[in-house]
């Protein structure tokens, strides 16, 4: 049942997930990146990759208009919450107002299926209870904001045009490819387990606990870590119900449980089979003690059935994919 699908953001971490699972399962991939934080070789090599900025849209609109493109699944975009707080300008033109002109290429084009990234940063502050889709969308960073005015925009646009999407709001991804093609590989990472992972391949000195004083069962923030494979599986469950007639869908993406900072540091230590140095730092600021998926809609509406609920398999595939990039000598992540 191969379609077409163009990946924006597929040479980053989670768009080249994508896009080998859709290559896996027999479906034609374009790629468009402008590899300012991607890389050419996360790309698999039987996809199309286009090297271009979204904001270009007259390129984007000649790919379109030329492609017979059914899907677009919209990954490309900024992603560091602190950076978007420091320049929130350049937060709304990459991720906003590109994505306006990207979902208008794809009416004008007549792209039906739409799926985008967003993010559980919709919501801003939650409490320790799991959070469901209809809970109060206050985002507290312009990174949130500007996932959340590209929701909206989707929404909107779903009334007037002929166009459908899903919009999949992801809780802490992590882990890698199983299978080791690809990975999450990125220059200064900031992500608990990516951070961790360095660590322990002696990339960096060791780790910073960013707070022990929230009001949580250890005193560190509690995360719903969710494992790239099963984030990247709802994506194509979503382009399916699109596929096959179904409505537009917002779904949360993660397990429903969560782990403290100091679980996940704990996990690593006994996969990598040694201590990474730890040291204890204030809390960092806009972090919510405690972020917890409820994932019921991805579950029933999505028959979304994920298979790698399990910290010590996130951390392992993290860990093989870090020994990987150290031992290709990539200097560059
Ligand atoms: N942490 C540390 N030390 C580090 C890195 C992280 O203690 O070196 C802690 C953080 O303080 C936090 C937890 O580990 O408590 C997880 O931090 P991450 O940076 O890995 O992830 P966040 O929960 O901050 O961010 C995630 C997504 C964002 C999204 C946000 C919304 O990565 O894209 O959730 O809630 F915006």
């Known amino acids: 049942m191969g379609g077409r699908v163009l990946v924006t953001g597929g040479a980053g971490y989670i768009g080249s997930h994508a896009a080998n699972a859709l290559i896996d399962r027999g479906e034609d991939v374009t790629v468009i990146d402008r590899l300012s934080t991607g890389f050419e070789w996360l790309v698999p090599p039987a996809a199309d990759l286009v090297v271009a900025d979204i904001g270009d849209t007259e390129k984007l609109s000649a790919l379109l208009n030329g492609g017979r493109f059914d899907a677009i699944m919209h990954f490309a975009g ?6 978007s707080v420091a320049d929130p300008l350049s937060y709304y033109e990459n991720n906003t107002v590109k ?14 299926h739409f799926v985008f990234s967003s993010t559980a940063a919709v919501y801003g502050s ?20 500007s996932k959340l005015m590209t929701e909206i925009m989707l929404a909107d646009a779903a009334k007037a045009d002929p166009i459908r999407y899903g919009v999949l709001r992801y809780f802490n991804v992590a882990g890698a490819d199983p299978k080791g093609r690809t990975g999450q590989s990125a220059k200064g990472a900031t992500h608990l387990i990516k951070v961790a992972a360095e660590a322990a391949c002696g990339k960096r000195d060791g780790i910073e606990i960013f707070g022990d004083d929230y009001p949580t069962a250890d005193g ?15 994506h194509l469950l979503t382009l399916d119900r699109l596929r096959e007639g179904g409505e ?24 990598a089979g040694n201590p990474i140095q730890r040291s204890m730092g204030p809390r960092r600021p806009g972090d919510a003690a405690s ?7 991805a579950r029933q509406e999505l028959n979304w059935q994920p298979a790698h609920d399990d910290l010590t398999g996130i951390v392992e595939d993290a860990l093989r994919w870090e020994r990987h990039l150290q031992s290709r000598n990539r200097d560059e992540v």
């Open 291 to 297: 972020i917890v998926a409820d994932p019921s809609k």
């Open 126 to 145: 939650v409490g320790a209870e799991p959070v469901a889709e209809d809970a109060p969308l206050r985002p507290e960073s312009p990174y949130g904001s």
């Open 99 to 112: 994505s306006r002109g990207l979902i208008e290429c794809a009416v004008r084009a007549g792209i039906p």
């Open 220 to 234: 560190t923030c509690v995360r719903d870590y969710i494992h790239v494979t099963d984030l990247v599986a709802a």
């Open 248 to 271: 537009s869908l917002t779904a949360n993406l993660g397990y429903g449980h969560g782990f403290s900072v100091r679980e996940v540091l704990d996990t690593v230590d006994r996969v």
């Open 78 to 83: 900024s992603i560091v919450v602190p950076e």
